[in-house]
């Protein structure tokens, strides 16, 4: 069984559930539609599945812990950390049983991963794993335990996926205009991970002025395509159901 490493410990269901591979993931890739989300009174919460640990800057400890002052200014319920082994994610059964459970637990209706096409192989293994997890989450003969207690199956209505390094073409942008602020104060969280001019540890992918520069310009690109300031687009990979065109409007 794999050990969970919990930032905040709690057990209560959620209209979002944002499971991302890395501490940081879900700052950079949604924290603007968490943050619009929790202002339309949305409840939103995280399971980040490793702890990032092979990532060149800062360790583990540190990691969580600004993950937590993370999970603080954007005000979501629970943050919860599962342990998986930072570079190796895959389709092994075990992973998959404790991403069913967290379904199970907190039974979102919609679900925020990362994305089916990027650079990193934990963040394409993991946007299939989530998608694999949601189907068998709501399969009634595929048993799991929380607490010696049987749970009742749930599948999520929605699963989106993040736009992430490389780029593709997004079925939804979310118009993050009011919010962007704040989600670079999420993303800056993570000091050790990002821009700093007095960092003593090496370069990374992530580490360069110009790689923020980068979130920015994403941010403005999509907001471009609908016409608003800032945008966070995102995959579907399947219809969504809309009951009233004037939700569209």
């Known amino acids: 069984m794999l050990k ?3 930032l905040i410990t709690i057990n209560m269901r959620v209209d979002i559930l944002v499971i991302m591979a890395h501490p940081d993931d879900a700052e950079l890739c949604c924290s603007g539609t968490i943050l619009s989300s929790i202002n339309k009174g949305l409840s939103v919460g995280i399971v980040d599945l490793t702890k990032g640990e092979l990532g060149t800057r800062g360790n583990e ?3 969580l812990s600004e993950a937590q002052d993370s999970a603080k200014l954007l005000n979501i319920k629970f943050r919860d950390n599962l342990g998986f082994r930072d570079g190796f ?4 059964e075990n ?3 404790e991403i069913i459970k967290k379904i199970r637990s907190h039974t979102p209706n919609l679900i925020i991963t990362n ?3 990027d650079r990193h192989p934990d963040h394409e293994n993991t946007a299939k794993i989530v998608k694999k997890s949601c189907f068998l989450s709501g399969l009634v003969k595929y048993k799991t335990q929380h607490d010696n207690s ?10 989106l996926h993040s736009i992430q390094n490389d780029y593709v073409e997004p079925d939804i942008i979310i118009d993050v205009s009011d919010y962007f602020i704040k989600k670079m104060e999420s993303i800056k969280c993570f000091k050790s991970q990002f821009y700093d001019p007095k960092s003593d540890e090496p370069d990374s992918f992530i580490s360069s002025q110009e790689f923020l520069e980068f979130i920015h310009s994403r941010s403005i690109d999509m907001g471009h395509k609908i016409g608003v300031n800032h945008g966070e687009g995102f995959v579907t990979g399947h219809p969504i159901k809309i009951n009233n065109i004037s939700s569209l409007i």
């Open 4 to 6: 969970g490493i919990y």
């Open 61 to 63: 400890n540190i990691r």
């Open 89 to 92: 994610i895959n389709s092994d």
């Open 95 to 97: 992973y998959i049983i």
């Open 115 to 117: 994305s089916l096409k």
């Open 150 to 159: 049987y749970q009742e199956p749930h599948r999520p209505k929605i699963i």
